[in-house]
């Protein structure tokens, strides 16, 4: 099976189509300016006693901001995805929460509860300042 390298582990894993989507988004952070230091991947949590994964956390002085779920290309972003990151954000909390397959990106900003989809992703300096202002 062909391999890629994730920055973030820092070590070779299994190109799977999921993959592929998840290294894709790394990039696309870095391209907006987010330090390789603060994107973790494959994020152990618990939820409901259930362990669980998030794909990718971006961190903030040590609280997760951003949270993202990525879906193989030819998985449908919908209701049951959704519900996986909502799951992911009570158990983590953040101020951003972000569905992608690579064809579409979905990127919502969480205020008091809700889910306010946006138009464009923000950048690092956009995520810090909100997390700031927010006493984050």
């Keep these: ?14 190109a799977t189509p999921e993959e592929l989507v998840r290294q894709g988004f790394i990039k696309f952070l870095l391209s907006r300016g987010f330090p390789i230091e603060v994107i973790k991947t494959e994020v152990s949590l618990d939820f409901a006693s259930a362990r669980k994964r998030a794909d990718i956390v971006v961190y903030y ?14 998985v449908k972003i919908g209701s049951d995805t959704l519900t996986q990151i909502w799951q992911y954000f009570y158990s983590l909390g953040a101020l951003y929460l972000v569905l992608t397959n690579g064809k579409q990106t979905f990127i919502c900003r969480v205020d008091q509860g809700k889910c306010e989809f946006l138009t464009d992703f923000p950048s690092w300096e956009q995520v810090k300042n909100t997390a700031d202002e927010l006493n984050f």
């Design 1 to 14: 099976m062909k391999k890629i390298f994730d920055p973030t582990r820092k070590k070779y894993v299994a």
């Design 61 to 74: 002085r040590s609280k997760p901001v951003l949270i993202v779920e990525c879906k193989a290309p030819d």
